[in-house]
Every structure is written in structure tokens, then in C-alpha cells.
């Protein structure tokens, strides 16, 4: 068979999702390097032993998560979402990317025909892209259209339940023994990490504002609503206790032990009896309230950058929930 024309050869696609999701990636991957390493050099400490491999390798990979987060920092600043992320008191260049990469990273190619294609998406070129046989784990050439991570997000509820946000039976979704995750853990940590940043700042997103006018609770105004709730409801709310807790005998001295030294029972990790619950269970409570606000305002933020489209949350529309307003939430 004759070959075509270098200039008629159809080349195949390696779709790059972009820097920022490639650092962010390459950003996890040095700090569990660097952790790691630390990790087992302290535990060779107390054994009195050294490991001057690991010390090297630690040395090593510190440079490596700095010029990863470095590169993030800068290529934040041209994301649509940066024109108002830089306004909320609490994010900085080194939590937000990361979240932003992760999702970035969320981009996939569909086959020709899928029904999980967005309407919006539909009209764009079909192009080949390279992809993995899970049978014989060879590259195999495809065909199909690609779709953006947050195109692929089209509700707010998509995002909370790819975060690790979305409630099941009732409850938060956690990880369970045998069962694969439905969530992407690591985007969970990072936006953990972005509220914890948001507390300390002190700002909008920790105080909150009224909802009737376009402001989200923040943490002390949905920890309010729930304390309110809880005492409704007869809990009794207590601090959360700092050692673990056997049902007969009370909480144990010994932080390692895992039954009861008197009678041998399964020593509890704190947790709640009937009718009680812990502060730091509220508060965990608000805090992930604050962050689904956060995530919707994110979402909305990004999506009407770029002109898609952003429905109500759920809430908004068949619960006649307040609509928040991203605008309304910044200090600056």
C-alpha cells in the first residue's frame, strides 16, 4: 500500500489537559515523596538508626514539590476563576490551583454517539485519541470528542459528588472496605485543605452573611442553624473526647490501645452514644456546608467565564432556597 503524504497523515491526538492539571498532579506525587520520606526517617529516629538514602531522597524531592507549587502559583493568576478567587480573604496561590488542576484534569474524550456528551459539546470536530486496552493494556486508536472537566461537571451536584460532597442513605459518603471510590479522594483533600484556609482567614466564607440576599451562611452561620437543630431535635452536644472510649469503663489512658485493659472490649474511636453528638462533629458538619457553598460559587464562577451554561443547585430550584451570589462572597 503506498504511503500517504506526510501532510495527509492523520497524526494521532495525545490530548493534553493542560499545565495546570499536569503540576497539580506532579505536585501530590512529590509531597507523598516527601512525606513518605519523612515519615520513615522519624521512625528510624526512635529506633536510634539512620538512612542516608532517604535523607537523599528527601533533599531530593523538597526542590521538586517547591518549583511544582511555584508554576502553579504563576499559571493561576491567567484561570477565569482568578478574577474572583483573588477578592476571597483565605485563598492563595498554592491551595486554589491544585483544586482547579484536579478538575482540569477531570477531561475526558467520549466516543462518537455517547449520550453523556453535553448538547453544547456535540458540534465540536471529531478527532483520534490514543487510549489504553484495559484487556491487553496496549495503545489503541480512537475516535471521539473531547470535553473540558468543568463541561463535564453540567450541575452543581456532579461536582459535589466527584469532590466527595454528595450525601448517600442520608449521610456523607466515605470510603468502605472493598467497595472502589465514587469520589476522587485526592480533590477531596484539596478542597479540605482550601476550607481550612478560609477559616483561618476570617473572612466572608467564615462569618457568612444573609441568604435572602445573595450571601452564602459561611461556617458560624450554618454552625448556628445545625446547634439550633441538634438542641430541637433533644442532642445533647458535648466537647469530643481526646482518648478512646470503652462503653463500660469510660475513656482509656493509653492512646495505643485498641480493647479495654480491664475488660477487653473493642475500645470505640469516639464514638457517639445516643442522643449526644461531639462539637467536632458539628463542626466538621458546618465546615463541609460552608465548602459545598464554596464549590457552587466556584463552579458558577468558572462556568460563566467561559459562557456555559449554570443551572440552580438543587436546593435552588425545587426548595426555593436562596441563590447565592459569588459576587457577594469576597472581602476585597
Not at 488542576?101 to 453523556?116: A, C, N, R
Request: glycine share 10%.
Amino acid at each position: 500500500m503506498e504511503e500517504l503524504p506526510r501532510e495527509q497523515q492523520r497524526e494521532p491526538i495525545h490530548r493534553e489537559k493542560g499545565d495546570i492539571a499536569y503540576f497539580s498532579k506532579m505536585s501530590f506525587i512529590c509531597e507523598d515523596i516527601r512525606v513518605s520520606c519523612q515519615v520513615r526517617l522519624k521512625h528510624l529516629k526512635k529506633l536510634g538508626k539512620e538512612s542516608p538514602d532517604t535523607e537523599h531522597l528527601l533533599a531530593l524531592a523538597w526542590p521538586l514539590e517547591q518549583f511544582a507549587d511555584g508554576r502553579l502559583a504563576e499559571m493561576v493568576l491567567n484561570h477565569p476563576v482568578w478574577p474572583w478567587a483573588k477578592r476571597v480573604k483565605g485563598i492563595g496561590q498554592e491551595n486554589l490551583p491544585k483544586v482547579l488542576g484536579l478538575i482540569e484534569g477531570f477531561g475526558h474524550h467520549y466516543p462518537t454517539g455517547d449520550q453523556s456528551i453535553p448538547p453544547h459539546c456535540l458540534y465540536r470536530p471529531i478527532e483520534p485519541y490514543m487510549e489504553l486496552d484495559k484487556t491487553t493494556g496496549q495503545p489503541v486508536e480512537k475516535e471521539g470528542i473531547w470535553v473540558e472537566g468543568i463541561e463535564r461537571l453540567t450541575l452543581p451536584s456532579k461536582l459535589w459528588k466527584y469532590s466527595g460532597m454528595a450525601v448517600k442513605d442520608g449521610v456523607a459518603v466515605k470510603r468502605e472496605a472493598g467497595t472502589k471510590l465514587e469520589y476522587n479522594s485526592q480533590l477531596r483533600m484539596a478542597f479540605f485543605r482550601l476550607a481550612t484556609s478560609l477559616m483561618r482567614g476570617q473572612g466572608i466564607w467564615y462569618t457568612g452573611g444573609e441568604p435572602t440576599l445573595g450571601f452564602s451562611r459561611g461556617y458560624e452561620g450554618h454552625r448556628e442553624v445545625l446547634t439550633a437543630r441538634k438542641n430541637q431535635q433533644g442532642y445533647r452536644i458535648i466537647p469530643t473526647p481526646k482518648k478512646r472510649i470503652c462503653p463500660k469503663h469510660g475513656p482509656v489512658e493509653k492512646k495505643a490501645a485498641k480493647y479495654c485493659p480491664i475488660c477487653g472490649t473493642k475500645l470505640s474511636l469516639k464514638a457517639e452514644g445516643p442522643g449526644v453528638i461531639y462539637q467536632g462533629h458539628l463542626h466538621l458538619m458546618a465546615l463541609r456546608l460552608m465548602l459545598k457553598d464554596f464549590q457552587l460559587c466556584l463552579w458558577r464562577v468558572w462556568r460563566e467565564a467561559l459562557g456555559l451554561p449554570t443551572p440552580d443547585s438543587y436546593g435552588e430550584a425545587r426548595l426555593q432556597e436562596p441563590r447565592i451570589d459569588p459576587w457577594k462572597m469576597v472581602d476585597r
